[in-house]
């Protein structure tokens, strides 16, 4: 077979020309629909030091780009009805374009995060 050489990208280029690109498609869509604003929720279960440098780090992206960038942290005891209702609200709230469920979860009432 053919031998393909493998090529070295340095991740935070790639990142920095993808946030590019999204803050100009976001610009256009600006220019035709001044009041569009996309917003992003992070939802957290707990309090994993880890997750909240993870989700700052995700907030902080979507403000470079012009996303509003939420973070919701629900308490360890959440249970996965309520979890499950949070995202429910979450997802028919008109300001809220994409939700990301930070995992993994830091609960004690066993939600099953598939």
Known sequence: GEIVMAKVIKGTQV????RHALRDEILEIQE???EFQPGLTVVQVGDRPDS???????????EEIGIHG???????????????????????????HGIILQVP??????????
């Open 52 to 62: 909240n440098v993870y989700i700052g780090a995700k907030v902080k992206a979507c």
């Open 32 to 34: 035709e629909k001044p």
């Open 105 to 114: 979860l830091d609960c004690t009432t066993g939600i099953d995060e598939s």
């Open 15 to 18: 990142a920095k020309k993808v």
């Open 70 to 96: 939420v973070h919701v942290k629900l308490p360890p005891e959440t249970t996965q009805e309520e979890l499950l209702e949070k995202i429910g609200e979450l997802n028919q709230d008109p300001a809220v």
